[in-house]
């Protein structure tokens, strides 16, 4: 049972948008921390995807946005795309654990 | 550019222990915090702990406290994860991972090596 929550899988059609919640506590993300968001694609490594709650590093698609607001984090995808399809998984980190590094428990996305 | 190289597979029985390797290159070696992370077979990622490569101080994830003891080697820029106790459950994909921001241990993973595969079986 991770510690941060993220719905199991997500669908949407080409062209469409996405949402994937995240959802923490009061002693991670309500702690001020930054979420950061992996995509993982099957059999590789994870790939940062969005660092500080909303800043995508160099060659990321504008089409990747994410926002964080309260104990909660989302990441949007617009314009899906068939490449899209993959693992996607919140990062962040906890107080009541000493500060250790935290996950969701991941989002399947689905591109119909 | 950064690179971690991780060191090759490795098949362990129940009670042993594993000690991975993981060489950074790219950059400043003790600049950077890094991170181990795993993933078993078909599951989600799970963070296991972090090492100073500057003054070597290490923070662990409690459910691996006792187990686990990440070290550097400055001289060859590299870092190591030494887990103990192997049990089935540990069978996993072991990841050494390098934080993007300088002297921080709370920012993003932003480098990850290639992964090192860890069995444990009898």
Not at chain 2, 3 to 17: N, R
Not at chain 2, 78 to 100: G, I, K, N, P
Request: hydrophobic fraction near 30%.
């Amino acid at each position: 049972q991770s510690v941060l929550t993220q719905p199991p899988s997500v669908s949407g059609a080409p062209g469409q948008r996405v949402t994937i919640s995240c959802t923490g506590s009061s002693s991670n993300i309500g702690a001020g921390y930054d979420v950061h968001w992996y995509l993982q694609l099957p059999g590789t490594a994870p790939k940062l995807l969005i660092y500080g709650n909303n800043n995508r590093p160099s060659g990321v698609p504008d089409r990747f946005s994410g926002s964080k607001s309260g104990t909660s984090a989302s990441l949007a995808i617009t314009g899906l795309q068939a490449e899209d399809e993959a693992d996607y998984y919140c990062q962040s980190y906890d107080s009541s654990l000493s500060g250790s590094g935290i996950f969701g428990g991941g989002t399947k996305l689905t591109v119909l | 550019q950064v690179h971690l190289v991780q060191s090759g597979a490795e098949v362990k029985k129940p009670g042993a222990s594993v000690k991975l390797s993981c060489k950074a290159s790219g950059y400043i070696f003790t600049t950077y915090f890094m991170h181990w992370v795993r993933q078993a077979p078909g599951q989600g990622l799970e963070w296991m702990g972090v090492i100073n490569p500057s003054g070597a101080s290490t923070k662990y994830a409690q459910k691996f406290q006792g187990r686990v003891t990440m070290t550097r080697d400055t001289s060859t820029s590299t870092v190591y994860m030494e887990l103990s106790s192997l049990r089935s459950e540990d069978t996993a994909m072991y990841y050494c991972v390098r934080d993007r921001s300088r002297g921080y241990s709370y920012g993003a993973f932003e480098y990850w090596g290639q992964g090192t595969l860890v069995t444990v079986s009898s």
